[in-house]
């Protein structure tokens, strides 16, 4: 899915003050996602050391969350680290 922005933006209404206070807000969420999708790609790699059916189930579902929290991540922030 892909967007992209007319060449001409209307301003956005309100106040700047809030409007700052908002985007901080997700800034601040988006680098929340970030640290938890580097903490489940950490714990895969953990994982890479041992063998159960648990294990591979756990891997399976933290790459598939980590996968989608990326996603969020990108939406909002156009720079994602993730």
């Given at each position: 899915m892909s967007s992209t922005l007319p060449p001409s933006v209307a301003p956005i209404p309100g106040s700047p003050t809030t409007i700052r206070a908002k985007a901080a807000r997700f800034a601040a969420t988006a680098d929340a996602i970030h640290d938890a999708v580097a903490g489940l790609r950490a714990a895969i790699a953990d994982t890479k050391q041992h063998e159960s059916d648990a294990l591979e189930q756990l891997?399976?579902?933290?790459r598939k969350v980590s996968d989608r929290l990326t996603r969020c991540c990108r939406r909002s922030r156009s720079r994602c680290r993730c």
């Open positions: 891997t399976e579902n933290a």
